[in-house]
């Protein structure tokens, strides 16, 4: 669950950060004028990413064991379902790279 939360802080950053620069150009596949018109949207995702990374260290930190499963469930869904919704809409890579891992994370609490 760490992998994924810091997964998410790794996006972040790409997104809020390095979207308008040579790693976050070379990364999405964008033109500098089109990173550069789109950065406020990417900051926001950014942003987002933030969240579920927040979501999750919380999850992985909380000193209940039954609240801090459910967080994890609830965390490690969220990061599954906008994944594939990632997936759906933008490109098919985000499956394996947000979906995936998030996953067999979720498999593994449940386990």
Not at 96 to 102: G, K, N
């Given at each position: 669950m760490l992998l994924i939360a810091g997964l998410h802080i790794y996006f972040l950053v790409?997104?809020?950060?390095?979207?308008?620069?040579?790693?976050?150009l070379k990364t999405f596949r964008l033109t500098p004028e089109f990173a550069e018109q789109s950065k406020a949207l990417a900051a926001n995702q950014g942003l987002y990413n933030g969240f579920l990374a927040a979501g999750l260290l919380w999850a992985f930190f909380h000193p209940q064991p039954e609240m801090a499963q459910q967080l994890r469930l609830f965390f490690l869904g969220c990061v599954i379902v906008a994944g594939i919704y990632g997936a759906a809409t933008a490109s098919k890579k985000i499956l394996?790279?947000?979906?995936?891992?998030?996953a067999i994370a979720l498999l593994i609490c449940l386990i």
């Open positions: 790409l997104e809020m950060f390095m979207w308008t620069k040579p790693l976050g394996y790279i947000q979906a995936m891992p998030a």
